[in-house]
């Protein structure tokens, strides 16, 4: 049942506007972290989406995204429920910490510009 609930969040992601961050501008990699991170750029670079192999928390870089506010959510992919992560300015490195702390669970993290 969980992996129908990921496929309909995963349904809502525009895909063919969003490019792999090879180059890891966007996320702050933990050296220490166990978790892998994916992370997925619209082309105009006003969302990012996140994929989490765990609860653990992240940093991300907004100052790397255009706009200057950003909506956060975030999303189970194992229970297809949604949290709302706050609202974020642009211009700072921000820690993010999935809504419930159970570490087999996976998460995605959605970020978007507000305008």
Do not use: C, H
Request: glycine share 6%; net charge negative.
């Amino acid at each position: 049942e969980f992996i129908q609930k990921a496929v309909e969040i995963m349904d809502q992601i525009p895909w063919p506007y969003m490019k792999a961050d090879w180059n890891g501008e966007f996320y702050v990699k933990n050296p220490l972290s166990e978790t892998q991170v994916n992370v997925e750029l619209l082309a105009n670079k006003r969302m990012a989406m996140l994929y989490l192999s765990n609860s653990e928390e992240i940093a991300v870089n907004l100052s790397f995204l255009v706009g200057e506010e950003f909506n956060v959510v975030w999303y189970s992919p194992r229970t297809g429920r949604r949290w709302r992560g706050g609202q974020f300015a642009s211009d700072k490195v921000v820690k993010f910490m999935p809504p419930e702390n159970n570490s087999e669970w996976d998460w995605i993290l959605l970020i978007g510009a507000t305008q």
